[in-house]
Each structure stands twice: as structure tokens, then as C-alpha cells.
């Protein structure tokens, strides 16, 4: 009989598989720079997310629905699988089932309904991992702008505001988890998050611009559609003053660094222009190589100062597509309207979680205290 040699590789290792869980409301670029630093410490990043009536049971209601929720962590660019539905407590048998090496968290606190450590049992079995939260921006700071009214966020670095704190926290806030925003954009951050890599020769290079505000699944949706028509999508970010000019009040809810995080994390993007021209030129069009420009269904403005419509030189080069949004019910003047509808529930929520997180900090400094060893 012919002998054979069976050689192994035992250079080869097994990939890591990190587990993530969570609600991912309103999915902002703080959960994706937490998705990002997850999917850092090893090789494939599996994402759970709560349905609703599990985060109405421990949280209180959320913003954005489940199937929203689910559509956008699905489209983070750092994210490799996503389990619906998962159960809010982080368990040794939720890791093993999805065959994942341990769990990552931000470093701030997450409680059950009864005011438990919801990462305890992973934890104690030393299969948990944090990573550094992403200061200046959470959920309830974002709902708290809708509710104001102010414009104070469209400063890099807004100085706290009482006003604020009441709608976004509760008037005796003491929780270091729950802030109104101090959010600083640096070059690092936009280059981690940015892919960093130019369209390859002969490539479509296809482009669509608007403000993109508290990105959600109605732009997802269109920008899907639009990366369908090329080979490179590039998305132009209109600045916050542009922005406020065609919608308003106090639009955007999210200034233009944060935005500009929010769509680089989108899988289907490949390039963000920063501070685009609200009227796009033929000069505008060369200098980036598009070669179609696209538009949602909703109507637009004419330029300010000119008057003149903002797609009209593409139009006339041949360059211009209007595409149909998919889900064109589901817009930011909607997603506002669902949190002032229900002001109430959400203020509630806010002081129930600030109340729980407060709790679990002095019992946390007790048992410190109690543990630290006597002073000689």
C-alpha cells in the first residue's frame, strides 16, 4: 500500500469570534465606534440585538423599531453577523451557542429591570472584555435635542446646558453614562473609521448628497439603492447651516462631524465629502470623476443664493437619476415625531435609567470601600 503524509499547519489558528449584544437605538456612530473596537480584539464580530418588547421590559420603549434596528447594525461595515431577537441578560449559553470566545461591552454600566448587572455571569467567568465608550453622544442625549428644540449642537463643543440636562437626563443627573453632548471631532477618529481606499480604475463612481441627519433605515435604504447603480459610492454631507436653511428649526439634530461618522460607518459607503456644495458644478463633478448623481424621491430646495436647482448641471450633462426611496415613510421629521408623541415615556425612561445607574455606582463604591484594606 502507497504511504501518505499527512502534514497540519499548526501555524493556522482558529478565528476569534467576538460577541456584542444591545438595543442599538437610533444605531448612532457611538455603537459603531464600540462595534469597531469589538471587532479589533479579534476576527469575526457576531452582533445580538434586543427586540422590542425585551428593551420595553427592561429600558422602556424604544425609538427606533426592531426591524429598523436590525437593518442598521446589519449595515455597519465592522459587523459580520446578526442575531434578532436576543435575550437581554448576556449568558454563558448565548456565547456558546453562537460559538463566540467571550463578549465586549462599553465601559459604562447596563442594567436589568431589576437592577442587575446584565454582563454578570460572562463576567465572572472571565469570557468579557470592555472597550472604551464614545464620550459625547448616547441615545437619551439625542432624543433630549428632538425634545429642545436648541441648536446648541451644532457647536463642536457645546457648554452643558440645565435646559438639556432636564429633557435628556433628569433634573439631579449625577450619572457619569448619561450626558448631554461634548462630542470632539479629530482627523484619528474620522481616519479609523473611514476605509481609506480609492475607487480602482475604471470604476462607477456614483454619488448622492443631503444631510443624512440621526442616520436611520429610510437612509439606508436609498443609499443601498444607490450603490446598486455603480461601483463607488460617494455620499456629500451639506453642512449645518445648509442644512437648517432647507429644514429648519432646529435641524440638523446632528452637526456635521457627527453625521459624517454615522455615514462612514455604512457599509455601502466608500467616501464622504465633507461640507458638499448644496449646488453641484461641472467643476464638482470632474474633480471627484462621477459619473451618475442620484436623488431620493423627495423634493428639494433651489439654492439659496442663486436660485437655481441644485441638480440642474447634472441633469444636463446626463448625469443625474431620481431613484425611488424604499422606504420613503420613514424619515427624520418621523423618527421626531415618534419621540414627541410619546415625551412622556421617554422622560420616564430617562429617570428610571439614570436612577438604576446611580444605584449600581454607590453600591459598586461600597463594596470598594468594604474590600480596600486597612491604612496602616
Known amino acids: 500500500l502507497a504511504k501518505f503524509k499527512i502534514y497540519i499547519n499548526m501555524s493556522e489558528k482558529k478565528p476569534v469570534r467576538v460577541w456584542c449584544d444591545g438595543c442599538y437605538d437610533m444605531a ?23 427586540s422590542d418588547d425585551e428593551i420595553a421590559r427592561h429600558k422602556g420603549p424604544p425609538v427606533f423599531k426592531q426591524e429598523e434596528r436590525y437593518a442598521m447594525v446589519k449595515a455597519i461595515k465592522w459587523v459580520d453577523e446578526v442575531v434578532e431577537g436576543v435575550p437581554y441578560l448576556t449568558t454563558i449559553e448565548t456565547l456558546d451557542k453562537y460559538n463566540c470566545d467571550f463578549c465586549v461591552h462599553g465601559d459604562d454600566i447596563t442594567l436589568t429591570a431589576d437592577g442587575n448587572d446584565s454582563y454578570a455571569e460572562v463576567k465572572a467567568a472571565g469570557r468579557y472584555k470592555e472597550v472604551p465608550r464614545t464620550q459625547g453622544v448616547s441615545t437619551t442625549d439625542i432624543v433630549g435635542r428632538m425634545l429642545l428644540l436648541t ?11 440645565p435646559t438639556t440636562r432636564n429633557v435628556s437626563t433628569d433634573s439631579s443627573a449625577r450619572s457619569p453614562f448619561t450626558n448631554v453632548s461634548r462630542f470632539v471631532s479629530t482627523s484619528r477618529k474620522i481616519t479609523q473609521f473611514s476605509s481609506g481606499q480609492e475607487p480602482p480604475r475604471g470604476a462607477k463612481i456614483v454619488y448622492i448628497d443631503g444631510a443624512f441627519d440621526v442616520f436611520h433605515a429610510g437612509h439606508l435604504g436609498i443609499i443601498k439603492k444607490v450603490k446598486e447603480q455603480g461601483d463607488y459610492l460617494i455620499v456629500g454631507l451639506h453642512n449645518d447651516k445648509t442644512v437648517n436653511s432647507y429644514r429648519g428649526s432646529n435641524h440638523p439634530i446632528m452637526n456635521i462631524h457627527e453625521r459624517t461618522l454615522a455615514v462612514l460607518a455604512c457599509r455601502y459607503v466608500n467616501e464622504v465629502v465633507i461640507d458638499a456644495p448644496y449646488l453641484i458644478t461641472e467643476q464638482f463633478l470632474k474633480h471627484l470623476r462621477v459619473d451618475l448623481v442620484c436623488s431620493g424621491s423627495q423634493d428639494v430646495m433651489p439654492d439659496v443664493e ?3 436647482e441644485p441638480y440642474e448641471i447634472p441633469i444636463s450633462l446626463g448625469k443625474f437619476k431620481k431613484l425611488d426611496s424604499p422606504l420613503p415613510n420613514i424619515t427624520t421629521s418621523v423618527i421626531i415625531s415618534r419621540i414627541i408623541e410619546n415625551r412622556q415615556l421617554y422622560e420616564s425612561r430617562n429617570k428610571k ?21 486597612p491604612l496602616e
Open 306 to 308: 442663486t436660485k437655481k
Open 353 to 373: 435609567k439614570e436612577a438604576r445607574e446611580l444605584s449600581a455606582i454607590q453600591a459598586l463604591e461600597k463594596q470598594q470601600k468594604i474590600s480596600a484594606p
Open 28 to 50: 448612532h456612530y457611538g455603537h459603531a465606534n464600540s462595534l469597531r473596537q469589538a471587532k479589533m480584539l479579534g476576527d469575526y464580530l457576531v452582533v445580538g440585538v434586543h
Open 151 to 161: 441648536k446648541t449642537h451644532h457647536k463642536q463643543s457645546p457648554p452643558p446646558s
